[in-house]
């Protein structure tokens, strides 16, 4: 990883170097650029060339806290170097987008904002870099939704831009036993009769700062980010607290924003089939969350791509995962947190065994100015341990975390199992249900808390009108399906569930999300009756409902369906009406999670 300030400087110049010139060019925009320079301390005579600028996600959870000293330590990095190598640079203030905390928000109304709030961070960080006419750019990133929304605004903004995870927290552990614990372990024991052992859980399962530490959808995304090649593959893993995130990586970021400015690397240089194809290997082979189908998508679209079409199809995705082991003990199927994993040598060992494995294109660019290959070299990483990190020839699983599955409850495909989180239920590939349905997570959640001796072995929960404009946003399931993981692991038995919303990273079981077209939209999820049968095959890659096979027996479903809709003014009557504004803009634009379930036109 190499800089040169002074090709930089080279690179960067533009612009008048007196102040005569500054006067003569437009006063009334200028005393602006005047007063904010001399207030921050800066050089007047900069007011017209490039400018640099850092990004932060802030919001109101743990996952947030360690934001502002990172963007501090940054934007201090940044401001010594423009004096110490005299860059032609204008430094401008710190800017911050808003997150929502999904551990907090998680089975509530207010969770539809989590996925909004990914799209609401992508135009706050639009708007920024285009007014400002950023031209060189540090992003802090935290939570799962808001590095997302920054990554697509600076890929489309395609200036030379590096990313900092702030980083993930450490494990609580239980005062008695010294286990590790997490928010998963608080979810799950939210539906156990012990009040004391629930208290003991939300006192000492989340310490400290950081986002979620297991293999949960942060942790999947800055995974996704770092292999991607737009953060330094050695910073995903250490947590918020590490020193190393405000006493050394500050400078090596400011290195990497030098080196892209002066060899003309540009974020889109960097994002290519061949880096997302990367990306997305390294997310299955650590059993990652299943928005990465939804993240992914999105990403690949901001720079240019369209990933079932450019990367991969969702054939070639199956047939990857089947080959692709998992080589990580993480949380949520595991036992391990990514404070282990750095521990056991960090993303970089991660990759170092794929990538020797032949699973891995070692040639993409990275923000170091490196390929993959010569940034796993430079950084040395040790060796599987088979304790947290796995060999490909010993792996934890066999087969790769997440499937992809069509039928005729799912046309267009894109339904998505984790099977590297499926505890029980798939017999010889292949689990047969009982269909019990809700028109809401909220329906759900009662029935689970009210009547939970009511659920049998082998049914399928069926949660509907939560998709992208059901909802609206298409909110996680974390409540439901921790209800229902303790529930099976009580009772020993298997309740599968399918919904046309999505899942947490956290979620495990027998569970298939973005089931679509969703029922909003009149998709076949919307149809299914109590006491229908589901069969998944995970042979044969299909969701089905085998009354809809029967093409006479669809029609008059799909015939009341619509009757329904039309007596209600265009809307389903188990659909939640939407007053916010926001939630409007969602239903009234959502794309459907194969395209990503943003607000973008098509």
Same mark, same amino acid.
């Given at each position: 990883?190499?800089?040169?300030?002074?090709?930089?400087?080279?690179?960067?110049?533009?612009?008048?170097?007196?102040?005569?010139?500054?006067?003569?060019?437009?006063?009334?925009?200028?005393?602006?650029?005047?007063?904010?320079?001399?207030?921050?301390?800066?050089?007047?005579?900069?007011?017209?060339?490039?400018?640099?600028?850092?990004?932060?996600?802030?919001?109101?959870?743990?996952?947030?806290?360690?934001?502002?000293?990172? #963007?501090? *330590?940054? +934007? !201090? =990095?940044?401001?010594?170097?423009? $004096?110490?190598?005299?860059?032609?640079?204008?430094?401008?203030? %710190?800017?911050?987008?808003?997150?929502?905390?999904?551990?907090?928000?998680?089975?509530?109304?207010?969770?539809?904002?989590?996925?909004?709030?990914?799209?609401?961070?992508?135009?706050?960080?639009?708007?920024?870099?285009?007014?400002?006419?950023?031209?060189?750019?540090?992003?802090?990133?935290?939570?799962?939704?808001?590095?997302?929304?920054?990554?697509?605004?600076?890929?489309?903004?395609?200036?030379?831009?590096?990313?900092?995870?702030?980083?993930?927290?450490?494990?609580?552990?239980?005062?008695?036993?010294?286990?590790?614990?997490?928010? #998963?372990? *608080?979810? +799950? !024991? =939210?539906?156990?009769?012990?009040? $004391?052992?629930?208290?003991?859980?939300?006192?000492?399962?989340? %310490?400290?700062?950081?986002?979620?530490?297991?293999?949960?959808?942060?942790?999947?995304?800055?995974?996704?980010?770092?292999?991607?090649?737009?953060?330094?593959?050695?910073?995903?893993?250490?947590?918020?607290?590490?020193?190393?995130?405000?006493?050394?990586?500050?400078?090596?970021?400011?290195?990497?924003?030098?080196?892209?400015?002066?060899?003309?690397?540009?974020?889109?240089?960097?994002?290519?089939?061949?880096?997302?194809?990367?990306?997305?290997?390294?997310?299955?082979?650590?059993?990652?969350?299943?928005?990465?189908?939804?993240?992914? #998508?999105?990403?690949?679209? !901001? =720079?240019?791509?369209?990933?079932?079409?450019?990367?991969?199809?969702?054939?070639?995705?199956?047939?990857?995962?089947?080959?692709?082991?998992?080589?990580?003990?993480?949380?949520?199927?595991?036992?391990?947190?990514?404070?282990?994993?750095?521990?056991?040598?960090?993303?970089?060992?991660?990759?170092?065994?794929?990538?020797?494995?032949?699973?891995?294109?070692?040639?993409?660019?990275?923000?170091?100015?490196?390929?993959?290959?010569?940034?796993?070299?430079?950084?040395?990483?040790?060796?599987?341990?088979?304790?947290?990190?796995?060999?490909?020839?010993?792996?934890?699983?066999?087969?790769?975390?997440?499937?992809?599955?069509?039928?005729?409850?799912?046309?267009?495909?894109? !339904?998505?199992?984790?099977?590297?989180?499926?505890?029980?239920?798939?017999?010889?590939?292949?689990?047969?249900?009982?269909?019990?349905?809700?028109?809401?997570?909220?329906?759900?959640?009662?029935?689970?808390?009210?009547?939970?001796?009511?659920?049998?072995?082998?049914?399928?929960?069926?949660?509907?009108?939560?998709?992208?404009?059901?909802?609206?946003?298409?909110?996680?399931?974390?409540?439901?399906?921790?209800?229902?993981?303790?529930?099976?692991?009580?009772?020993?038995?298997?309740?599968?569930?399918?919904?046309?919303?999505?899942?947490?990273?956290?979620?495990?079981?027998?569970?298939?999300?973005?089931?679509?077209?969703?029922?909003?939209?009149?998709?076949?999820?919307?149809?299914?009756?109590?006491?229908?049968?589901?069969?998944?095959?995970?042979?044969?890659?299909?969701?089905?409902?085998?009354?809809?096979?029967?093409?006479?027996?669809?029609?008059?479903?799909?015939?009341?369906?619509?009757?329904?809709?039309?007596?209600?003014?265009?809307?389903?009557?188990?659909?939640?009406?939407?007053?916010?504004?926001?939630?409007?803009?969602?239903?009234?634009?959502?794309?459907?999670?194969?395209?990503?379930?943003?607000?973008?036109?098509?």
């Amino acid at each position: 990883m190499t800089s040169d300030p002074s090709s930089a400087r080279d690179a960067t110049a533009s612009g008048p170097r007196t102040f005569e010139d500054i006067l003569s060019s437009n006063p009334g925009r200028d005393v602006q650029r005047v007063g904010t320079a001399r207030f921050l301390g800066q050089d007047v005579f900069k007011i017209h060339d490039p400018v640099w600028a850092v990004v932060g996600n802030l919001g109101d959870s743990q996952c947030y806290l360690g934001v502002n000293e990172k #963007v501090t *330590a940054v +934007q !201090a =990095a940044m401001a010594r170097r423009i $004096a110490d190598a005299d860059l032609a640079v204008r430094l401008i203030a %710190p800017t911050f987008t808003v997150g929502v905390s999904d551990g907090q928000l998680n089975g509530t109304p207010e969770m539809r904002f989590s996925l909004v709030g990914r799209e609401l961070v992508h135009d706050a960080v639009a708007v920024h870099v285009a007014a400002n006419r950023v031209a060189g750019l540090i992003a802090v990133v935290a939570c799962d939704k808001p590095p997302v929304g920054t990554v697509a605004a600076l890929l489309e903004h395609n200036v030379p831009a590096v990313i900092l995870s702030d980083g993930s927290i450490a494990p609580g552990h239980d005062p008695h036993t010294g286990a590790p614990i997490d928010l #998963v372990d *608080a979810f +799950q !024991a =939210a539906s156990s009769p012990d009040v $004391a052992a629930r208290t003991e859980i939300t006192l000492h399962a989340c %310490p400290g700062q950081g986002s979620c530490g297991g293999m949960f959808t942060y942790n999947t995304m800055q995974t996704f980010i770092g292999v991607l090649g737009l953060e330094p593959l050695h910073m995903v893993a250490p947590t918020s607290q590490d020193p190393r995130r405000l006493e050394e990586f500050p400078d090596e970021l400011v290195d990497c924003l030098l080196t892209m400015v002066a060899r003309g690397i540009r974020p889109r240089d960097i994002v290519t089939p061949a880096s997302l194809r990367n990306a997305l290997t390294v997310a299955i082979a650590m059993g990652g969350s299943t928005n990465v189908m939804l993240h992914s #998508v999105e990403i690949a679209r !901001a =720079a240019g791509w369209d990933l079932w079409n450019d990367v991969l199809s969702q054939d070639e995705f199956n047939e990857l995962s089947r080959r692709l082991p998992v080589i990580v003990n993480m949380r949520p199927f595991g036992a391990y947190s990514m404070v282990d994993v750095e521990a056991s040598g960090g993303l970089p060992a991660v990759v170092r065994e794929l990538l020797g494995a032949g699973y891995l294109d070692g040639s993409t660019l990275t923000c170091t100015g490196e390929t993959l290959a010569q940034q796993v070299e430079r950084l040395a990483p040790p060796a599987p341990d088979h304790r947290v990190i796995y060999s490909t020839e010993h792996p934890i699983k066999d087969t790769g975390g997440l499937r992809l599955l069509r039928g005729n409850l799912a046309p267009d495909g894109g !339904a998505i199992l984790k099977l590297a989180g499926v505890e029980s239920g798939i017999v010889d590939g292949v689990f047969t249900g009982t269909a019990r349905v809700f028109n809401s997570e909220r329906e759900v959640i009662a029935a689970l808390d009210e009547r939970a001796q009511d659920f049998r072995d082998n049914d399928m929960v069926v949660i509907r009108y939560e998709g992208p404009r059901g909802a609206p946003g298409m909110p996680e399931m974390l409540d439901p399906t921790s209800k229902i993981t303790t529930i099976c692991r009580q009772r020993g038995i298997t309740i599968a569930l399918m919904t046309d919303a999505r899942f947490s990273g956290g979620s495990v079981g027998l569970v298939i999300g973005h089931v679509a077209p969703e029922a909003f939209l009149g998709g076949p999820i919307a149809l299914v009756h109590d006491g229908d049968t589901i069969v998944v095959d995970v042979n044969r890659d299909r969701i089905d409902c085998q009354e809809l096979a029967d093409p006479a027996e669809a029609q008059r479903r799909r015939g009341v369906w619509e009757a329904a809709v039309a007596s209600n003014a265009g809307r389903h009557p188990d659909a939640t009406p939407v007053t916010h504004r926001v939630l409007a803009r969602m239903r009234a634009s959502a794309q459907p999670a194969l395209r990503g379930g943003g607000m973008n036109a098509d």
